[in-house]
């Protein structure tokens, strides 16, 4: 079978060169890196609340950190991950149903993840500076 010809020339396991990108590719992709940034988040997060169990002057520090226009942005880039994550995570559950996977359907739900994900992000932003 070695030598056989065209086949020799083949990659052995698929490359991202090989494949066209698509939508539904890529919000699978943004899917695995918001995840990974939700880390980074939650440490924040973590840290924010020893914060506050250290005492006022600490978590006043904490507190005027992410109330900084650079903090600010930070956060809300947090919560554009955690949403979209979310978002990714309900369409990967509609497909473990054995739903979904029509490509009309594949492409409909690519294309709303990051609409919905922004839209929910500006939203929840504008609540919470509402209630503040």
């Given at each position: 079978?070695a030598?056989?010809?065209?086949s020799?020339?083949?990659p052995?396991?698929?490359h991202l060169?090989?494949y066209?990108?698509?939508?539904?590719?890529?919000m699978?992709i943004i899917?695995r890196?918001?995840?990974?940034?939700?880390y980074?988040?939650?440490?924040?997060?973590?840290?924010?609340?020893?914060?506050?169990a250290?005492?006022?002057?600490?978590f006043?520090f904490?507190n005027?950190?992410?109330?900084?226009?650079?903090g600010?942005?930070?956060l809300?880039g947090?919560?554009?991950?955690?949403l979209h994550?979310?978002?990714?995570?309900?369409?990967?559950f509609i497909?473990?149903?054995?739903?979904g996977f029509?490509?009309?359907?594949?492409?409909?739900?690519?294309k709303?993840?990051?609409?919905?994900?922004?839209?929910?992000t500006?939203?929840?932003?504008?609540?919470?500076y509402?209630v503040r």
């Amino acid at each position: 079978m070695a030598g056989t010809g065209a086949s020799d020339r083949r990659p052995l396991s698929p490359h991202l060169q090989v494949y066209k990108p698509m939508l539904s590719m890529m919000m699978s992709i943004i899917h695995r890196v918001t995840g990974a940034a939700l880390y980074f988040g939650t440490f924040l997060l973590v840290w924010w609340l020893v914060a506050a169990a250290a005492g006022p002057e600490y978590f006043d520090f904490v507190n005027g950190l992410y109330g900084s226009w650079f903090g600010r942005i930070i956060l809300f880039g947090y919560t554009w991950a955690l949403l979209h994550h979310m978002i990714g995570g309900i369409r990967h559950f509609i497909w473990d149903t054995g739903r979904g996977f029509e490509l009309e359907t594949v492409e409909w739900m690519s294309k709303a993840a990051p609409v919905a994900s922004v839209a929910l992000t500006v939203a929840v932003w504008i609540i919470a500076y509402i209630v503040r």
